[in-house]
């Protein structure tokens, strides 16, 4: 049997460096074997997928050097390979669960669930569905829909016993049943839960092995079971450990930046950038550090891969990347990447818009757009403090910012605008004051070009960890300031709390 495996971002936000590490594990275990490595776009969250996401996940993973087979943008045999293109499929699949009596229609209101949340809260058991619908009969249920009762759709699981899940890497896992909730599987509004378009996609396009996060590892007999009631044969997994920071904590963009677009603005060589994803899979007896990605296929092995969790080391992946520049780049192949990296016509053209008017002579240019093509700026506490708004506000003022821009579904001028203005009128500023502070923390000086074109042809990413820095060099957030000043943002706009 061919070996096939695959990727399955869901288009919700910027590409992750997660992505990129799971994409490349996945692409060298099938081409190692001479197998197909397919993509598959995971868009059935209407409210946070977006088209823009999953243009920037593809060109980030195409940037790195990943290819696949079969996907969105190349078609296939067994497209189509986004999840909202395939809703009569999933519906299909539902309604055999439901005649084979394997799944059942839950009309519970979210008031009941909520409330019987609360009550295995206050009781001091875990929070799972306590099986209110699992015994209606056909005559009820029939009953319910006749009066127009919106359902979903969730999954039999046993009372007792222990699932064992064989992985690849791990060996045998065990998993008690009664550990295991009744998923949802069809939510009200007709669309598929991860869990049954994960199994129904993954048996209709032929998948072979799944390497995935460890996070699924509790999934895993909810997949296992699905498997069974269909009567399929169950592709092979591994669970792979997660990106780590150096301290050991979850990789987060709380502490360093994880999206693949800021190492690609910042000047990191696609090259360099595999090859650190790669070494986690790569034994230390291979000796040198540097591996092309036809090396990191030629020598994979899921054995090798340390269920520690693996390092996502900054600090490495400069080292490697300097290392790419001078000893796999001569001074024209040099030059070119430069071009690629800042000096192409589309950028160019952008900055030359915005800065024309503002110069008068050719060598005004440097002074006035240097930030375009810088990565963090040299600035200090006092810079970012000589200015009307208080320096006891400014930490507080930028970290609002940074969730408001991070609830953004689209980056371009009307929202990241309306994110200033909000937070301005929320801390009481004059909106014409408050923004001084930002022009020094996103352009370096407290004049430039106009502050919201530069952050839109910055982008997210660096627009991000440039305030972020600035919040650095001010003091940092602690959990305690984190939490009061959510209560000033947006619930939508403020997500987790950071410090």
């Not at 288009?11 to 992505?19: A, N, R, Y």
């Not at 993973?61 to 045999?77: A, K, Q, S």
């Not at 992985?167 to 069809?186: A, E, F, K, S, Y």
Request: glycine residues 6%; aromatic residues 8%.
């Amino acid at each position: 049997m061919k070996v096939r495996t695959r990727v399955a971002p869901s288009p919700t936000g910027d590409p992750h460096v997660g992505t990129a590490y799971m994409a490349l594990m996945n692409y060298c275990f099938a081409k190692g074997q001479g197998g197909d490595f397919i993509l598959r776009i995971e868009d059935t969250d209407r409210a946070r997928s977006t088209a823009a996401s999953e243009r920037m996940i593809l060109e980030s993973l195409r940037w790195l050097g990943l290819t696949w087979d079969e996907g969105p943008d190349v078609g296939g045999v067994y497209g189509p390979y986004r999840q909202s293109e395939r809703s009569a499929i999933y519906q299909t699949h539902a309604q055999v669960l439901l005649d084979r009596g394997h799944a059942f229609k839950c009309f519970c209101t979210a008031e009941r669930l909520d409330q019987m949340r609360l009550e295995q809260k206050l009781r001091g058991q875990r929070s799972a569905y306590d099986g209110h619908c699992l015994h209606l009969s056909s005559s009820e249920v029939a009953q319910l829909e006749a009066e127009g009762r919106p359902h979903v759709v969730r999954m039999k699981v046993p009372a007792s016993g222990t699932a064992t899940i064989h992985d690849l890497r791990r060996g045998d896992i065990q998993i008690d049943w009664d550990t295991v909730d009744m998923q949802v599987l069809m939510k009200s509004d007709g669309l598929p839960t991860y869990h049954l378009a994960n199994v129904v996609d993954d048996h209709l396009m032929k998948i072979t092995h799944v390497l995935r996060g460890e996070e699924w590892v509790s999934s895993a007999p909810k997949h296992q079971l699905l498997y069974q009631y269909f009567e399929w044969d169950m592709p092979a997994l591994c669970h792979l450990p997660l990106l780590r920071n150096p301290d050991r904590t979850k990789l987060s963009k709380r502490k360093n930046p994880t999206s693949i677009v800021w190492y690609q603005r910042m000047g990191y060589l696609p090259e360099a950038l595999l090859n650190l994803l790669g070494l986690f899979a790569v034994s230390s007896s291979e000796g040198d550090e540097m591996h092309r990605l036809e090396d990191l296929v030629r020598i994979f092995d899921v054995q090798n891969i340390s269920l520690g969790g693996p390092v996502f080391d900054i600090t490495k992946l400069n080292w490697l990347n300097g290392r790419y520049i001078r000893e796999t780049l001569d001074p024209e192949g040099f030059a070119a990447r430069v071009r690629d990296w800042a000096l192409n016509p589309e950028y160019l053209m952008k900055i030359a818009a915005l800065a024309q008017t503002r110069v008068e002579r050719l060598s005004d240019l440097g002074p006035l757009t240097s930030f375009f093509f810088s990565g963090n700026l040299d600035l200090t506490p006092e810079a970012l403090r000589n200015h009307k708004v208080k320096p006891e506000d400014l930490r507080k003022v930028f970290q609002l910012a940074i969730w408001g821009f991070d609830a953004l579904a689209e980056w371009n001028l009307p929202p990241l605008e309306r994110v200033l203005r909000d937070v301005a009128e929320r801390t009481g500023y004059k909106f014409r004051d408050f923004v001084r502070p930002f022009f020094i923390a996103i352009t370096g000086t407290p004049a430039s070009v106009p502050l919201f074109d530069a952050m839109a042809l910055l982008g997210r990413d660096l627009v991000r960890e440039r305030l972020r820095q600035a919040i650095t060099k001010l003091g940092g957030v602690t959990a305690a300031e984190a939490k009061e000043w959510k209560k000033l943002a947006e619930p939508e706009a403020a997500g987790e709390a950071e410090a």
